[in-house]
């Protein structure tokens, strides 16, 4: 038997609750793991708090991140005593994900830790910094430069922001954030390597087709009105990874900054990046992140404490990661 945060529906509404379950009840999969950690995601929070549609089929064990240790494998790649690490394939929405002390998946879903990371900073990486890997990663394939000037990180207190920001930092870029608490979060997100802090309500008015030009590359965590905004202010040729919607799906901008200003929105998705370039990411997460990044921007709960941590980080009131020690 272990424990596992288990989401049921009744009357439309979605239930969390904790409960010991028992292996037979895992779903299919060819490696088993004991989960050390899990992370609490914006996705996972959609979930679990029923306010997105992100999980159809019920019961549901969420948790779109899990490190651990194999228990038995029937891949060869797998061996018992290896620890692993999962981000996205939809595990946490299809498949019983890493809230839970125990998780049966797909080997094809898993990369092995990098011994670089403890499996605590694993988690405080996570999709989040995965993806934030992934967005910076893009910016440097289209040749954006640190001397290009600088790059704008917008909800850049979240997961993926903060790890942006770090990352872009490392690398020499100056880095401009966007937060909606300036106060609370700007010390943080300075330690971290921002040079400027910019309140979001003010990335959030209507945009003109075309705005002063402003920053030579940027990550949008946000869409919506946000990333509108963003478009209009970015230099000639500049780039932009859009790989969030907290604000919302809809883009309303028109084509100005890209048919006039050369301007590059390039798309970022995790959940379905190939094996090779996740193991790639990783160890490029493991090299460029530094101490300091993971004495800072982390929040250790317990699983019976994810529920109401679910809430507020739906409703921004979570800074940084924050991970689940099963």
Partial sequence: MFTALVLNQEN????????QLDE????????????GYSSLNYKDGLAITGKGKIIRN????????????????????????DVV??????????????????????????????EKLTPKQAMMVGTAGLTAMLCVQALL?????????????????????????????????????????PKQNGPLLKTLGASQIIERSTME?????????????????????????????????????ACGLAGGFDLPTTVMPFILR?????????????????????EQLASLLPASYFEQACNEITLSETPDF???????????????KL
């Fill in 58 to 81: 019920f019961p549901m064990v969420p948790g779109v991140d899990l490190v651990g240790q194999v228990l038995n494998s029937e891949d060869a790649r797998y061996q018992a005593g």
């Fill in 310 to 324: 679910a809430e507020k980080i739906i409703n921004g009131q979570v800074s940084g990661r924050t991970v689940i």
């Fill in 141 to 181: 394939d289209a040749g954006v430069q640190p001397n290009d000037g600088p790059v704008l990180v917008t909800g850049a207190s979240g997961g993926v922001g903060s790890v942006a920001v770090t990352l872009l930092a490392q690398l020499g870029y100056e880095v401009v954030a966007v937060t909606g608490r």
């Fill in 85 to 114: 690490v999962l981000t996205g394939w939809g595990v946490g929405e299809n498949h019983w994900g890493g809230m839970a002390q125990k998780a049966r998946l797909k080997a094809d879903w898993l990369v092995p830790l990098s």
């Fill in 262 to 282: 050369n301007v590059r929105l390039q798309g970022i998705d995790s959940v379905s990046c190939p094996r090779e370039k996740r193991i790639a990411a990783w």
């Fill in 12 to 19: 439309k509404q979605t239930i969390p609750t904790i409960e």
């Fill in 24 to 35: 037979s009840q895992l779903p299919n999969g060819e490696v088993l793991v004991a989960v």
């Fill in 205 to 241: 008015e209507p945009p003109r087709p075309l705005e002063k030009q402003c920053w030579a590359g940027a990550i949008d965590t946000v869409g919506s009105q946000v990333l509108a905004k963003v478009l209009s202010q970015m230099n000639y040729g500049g780039t932009v990874a």
